[in-house]
């Protein structure tokens, strides 16, 4: 069995950042896996302990994004594709997923694990719109997968409640990282990592090309959040405090 | 792969870094191993790296904008009350010419980018797909055979090494573990630092410190700053923030009954200090142990069969007053640990003797010299005359010298002399300038 | 006439609230623009729900009807909206942001060759497409993003715009479906744990999250106690989804829901930027949490620094006082 995760190196939603003039200054430059795409390479690991067969990692990003796909490899994944890309390019999830599907389209595999969303855009799209470029089934926000035969049953949190899906394969699943909690790799995976093929390709080498009118969207500029007004902190007498805001709610707020 | 390292590094701080880049720079075959997420992600410092040591490590970085945030060229102690201050400052050019005695470092930032030079360095080495640094990964034993370090263990993994450098810091449980420091170490002996990180325009903070370019200042603050507990306070320039703590003994805190952040909070509205820090941001707040430099609590030997101790895991530190220097000292002891292991592996001998050159040397530099010349400043800041009667007295004297009043102005003497009698005496103050010109 | 689309949500005959907020928001536009606003229901049962949408204005109804769209399949889905955009021809389809519509977003652009903006919090429309604000990293700051070419594709958080009423005479038009059950490659075979009558979580006006300070029976009681004091929707944080407390479809942040409610009491959570990303738009934000540090506090309008359990019981008693007053 041949499963494929698509991996994202995102900074690091912890870090402390700044915005200036418009521009996103990430602090300490931190950059960390998805944390998605961790519960995808986690999933496919488990199947592959289960049923045998290879994973292999694929990431589009700059050159420092090795140290991102050299974190699925040692975690267990046995190989990895880089598909090199500069750091001024800033392409949106469009012309990620068309991407990919020029990769993906000589390649066999039975399953292709993406996260649900990554954590920096929280766009949530690439998943399905590779799915579709492929022309393959597949769910999002996966929060169980189970494979029986070549049946692999897929629990998804929908809008009511749990949606238990059978997909068949090939076929392409988003994960949330509500799956499982993703391995933190020990150091004989670490230092296995180093020696795990890495291929790297680029964007020619797929025969695509990221232009000014394949990038559907883009980013204008990035701002503060609205701050919220300073609140209020009551320490003291549960009884009291507890009637002094439930009166504030209602008489001030309104909200009771 | 499965064979065995010449070293394996225990903590990738300044000392595990400085150690590792000298061992990938020699050739070496090791394991560096830091249980934070990655290096950097644990360190708590208020951030002036003194000396120029990391120019051996990383030649020109100066040439880089990344890593480290600004030159000290501008250094202030400050004597405080609870209206005043009274400083002596000192600006020189000199202090602009490369190598620079100091530079202001984050250590998330400046651990992750010596992480990634050592990193660097490894691939250039011969030992490229076998030499690693491994974060997230907690060391719980130092493996020991009749004495001797063999190797580490993490969960139920064991990896081994001819030696083991053990640089983990303050917090040295393996330091104990392998039988190099009593498990008791009194709170008299113990400080904490407390840091915030407070952020502003750039250009605010280079108009209002007179900072250009990378240049930066240092201060330090006696008196007011830590409310009456023993210790000091500081403030660093970074890049587009200002570092700013104190150190407080952790004795003197638990008997006064009062808690760092609230000494921080009193301390940070004193005018003077709200003045430089108004319009900022909070953006960081860290505490952390440190050393207080005292030699009694340093472990007496720092080796062992096939095992070094660096770094503040060895208690390096001091803290006299004028700076605190535990980086610099980290540095250069993490450094002549592994020049020492590159030695030994020479003369394949990892044994105790060949180990005790590496005290001996550390005895030579100037860190050992300097801890053992000064630990009578180190005392001397922890003698309430010296953390509040003095800067009391100073600023006093300071209200008095610079008021005018159309009224007869005394002269500075007089008006020392009441100052003293107010605050002090003149036998404390003998005593105390008698110890301190013996100690400085 | 250029057409502003709004897919909207029925759920066993009852039109989401989030999707008459994105009407409303299309109709201003459409007002402003001169444009058509439109909106389509795709669902096993429209009749209802389209009389129900003639009360939000709407100039155009479109239905598409099919047993097949009683539950949320993406397959037909997709083909229903595609087939939808190609007879309509619109510049913009807006969506309510659920876990339906997301499922189709990216896969309905691809197919579609179109812009798609997820989870956007404001839109306008510009000469060749869509200028819209997106929070982004974990909700800790905004994004200004911009999407070009047409039909731009969007979904918009629940809370975004206020929803108007101005009754219209829209005719309902019906565009024909079929699909062979046939050819779904993917089957949905149960749907377990679904939240049925409760109160929907994304919609509530008042909103009770606990979190893992939240131990026991005793605790979940209270809390259960609060809500049916304050007719509340109960939401929680990761720690007690994961560990199975709560149903996962409960959990509030950045992998579960956003809610934008009037009131939202934060009980025993510590306020991870990942929960408070699904929030941070309430408007009173109140918390219990026994540790004056926790991160909460610094969002909170009314802190209340103290033991869950003891603060509840009397808080509870107040309100229900207070209900009983009105
Ligand atoms: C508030 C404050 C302000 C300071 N200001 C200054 C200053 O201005 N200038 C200065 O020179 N010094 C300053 N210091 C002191 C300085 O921070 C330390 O002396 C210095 O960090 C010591 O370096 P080190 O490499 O020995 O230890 P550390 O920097 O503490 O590094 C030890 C590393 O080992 C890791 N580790 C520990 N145990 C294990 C284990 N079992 N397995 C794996 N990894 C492990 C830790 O995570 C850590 O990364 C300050 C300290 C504080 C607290
Ligand atoms: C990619 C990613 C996505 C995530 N998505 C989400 C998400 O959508 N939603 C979400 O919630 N989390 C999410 N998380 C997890 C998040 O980071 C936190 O771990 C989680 O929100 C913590 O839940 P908590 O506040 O209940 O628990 P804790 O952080 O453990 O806090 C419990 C709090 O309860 C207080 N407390 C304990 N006892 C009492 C008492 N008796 N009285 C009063 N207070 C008490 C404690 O002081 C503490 O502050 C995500 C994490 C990641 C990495
Ligand atoms: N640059 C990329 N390289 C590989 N996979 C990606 C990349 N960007 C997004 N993905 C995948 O698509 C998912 C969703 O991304 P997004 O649409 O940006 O939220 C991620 O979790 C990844 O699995």
Redesign the pocket.
Known sequence: MKIY?????VPDVNAPLQIKDGELIQDADRNIL?A??AS?VEESLVLKEAHGGEIEV????PEKAKETIRKALAMGADKATH?LIDNDTA?D?YS??ST?SAFFKDKEYEYI??????QD???????S??AEFLNLPYTTNAVGLNLEGNVLTVKRQGDGGQEIIELPSPALV?CSNDMNEPRIPNLKGIMQSKRKPVETLSLADLGVEISEDQIKTRILSFEEKPARKPGKKYEGEPDEIAREIAQLLDTKENVI | MDEKFDCIIVGAGVAGLAAAMTLARNNMKFLLIEKGEFPGSKNVSGGVLWGSDLAKLVPNYWEEDAGWDRFINHRRLTFMDDKSTFSVDFKSSHFNETPYTGVVVLRSKFDRWLADKVQEAIEESDFAMDSFIAPNILVEEVLLENGKAVGIRTGDEKFFADSVIIAEGVNNLLTRQVGLQDDYVPADHILTGIKEVIRFDQDVLENRFQLRGKSGMSNEFVGFATDGVEGGGFLYTNKDSVSIGLVLGLKDLREKGKEPYEILNTFKKHPAIADMIHGGKVVEYSAHVVSSGDKRIMPKKLYKDGLLICGEAANLLMNAGKAIQGMDYAMRSGIIAAETIVKAKKAENYGEEKMKQYQNTLDDSYVMKDINNFQDAVHLLHDPVMTQKMPNLICDFGRNFFSIKNEPTQKARTMFGESVKKHSSYLELMKLGWKGSRAL | MSTLLTYISVTNGNIKRSSLEVLSRCNELAAEHGFQSAALIISDQTSEAAEKLKLHGPDAIYTMEDPIFKNHINAPLLKALSASIEQINPQLVAFASTESSKDIL?ALAANQNAPAL?DVSEFELTDNGVKAKRPVMASKIISAVEAKGSPVLLTVRSGSYDVAESSSDASVETISFSFDEADLKATLKEIIGATGDKIDLSEAQTVIAAGRGVKDDEGLKMIDDLASVLSAGVGASRALTESGVYDPSLQIGQTGKVVSPQLYIGIGISGAIQHVAGMINSKVIVAINKDPDAPIFDIADYGIVGDLYKVLPPFIDELKKMKSEK
């Open positions: 995760v698509c991996i994202k190196q998805n998605y795409d995808a694929v990431l589009i990003g598909i392409p999830s990620f997923a990919l694990f993406c996260g649900k969303q990554a855009t929280d766009a949530g799209l690439t998943g719109m590779l988003t | 990216g997820a």
